[in-house]
């Protein structure tokens, strides 16, 4: 079963991101609380996925122990496969949106992990840009259906 594991949100950029049991999302704008949050918001900054399974493989192979939430993504989903969803519509929990994008590993993430092999690494397993397409909350443990 495809379901949401881990959320986090941070209101500012380059700062640590929080984690948190829900988060609510508005179309077309965001993540409420969110760095990104603003109205006719660009559909690559709205919302933002990522695989626990490339994470804990990297963690594996490299012997470390990074955090999920570490990662700066929105959400951490388990059991799926996001490149999958690039120009589908589906639904997380209640909310549906549509996979605009795979997210590229950034510099800045480089910096703050001190990892110079993250942007090698996580080159299309660095998650996935979503547009939103209806108003809700998401919490851990929903599901994700496509």
């Excluded at 881990?6 to 209101?11: E, R, Y």
């Excluded at 933002?48 to 490299?62: A, F, G, V």
């Excluded at 969803?85 to 994008?101: A, H, P, Q, R, Y």
């Amino acid at each position: 079963m495809s379901k949401v594991f881990k959320l986090g949100i941070t209101s500012k950029n380059n700062q640590e991101i929080k984690e948190v049991e829900s988060i609510e999302v508005l179309t077309d704008k965001g993540v409420v609380g969110d760095r990104h949050f603003k109205n006719f918001n660009d559909p690559y900054c709205q919302l933002s996925l990522i695989e626990s399974e490339n994470i804990d493989h990297y963690n594996i192979k490299y012997g470390l122990n990074i955090s999920y939430i570490n990662f700066r993504r929105n959400i951490v989903t388990k059991g799926i496969h996001l490149n999958e969803l690039v120009g589908k519509k589906f639904k997380i929990g209640n909310v549906k949106v549509e996979g605009i994008d795979l997210c590229r590993p950034c510099r800045h993430l480089t910096e703050i992990l001190s990892q110079n092999n993250i942007l090698k690494e996580f080159l299309r397993k660095g998650g996935l840009r979503c547009q939103i397409l209806s108003s809700s909350k998401i919490t851990i443990g929903d599901k994700i259906v496509y």
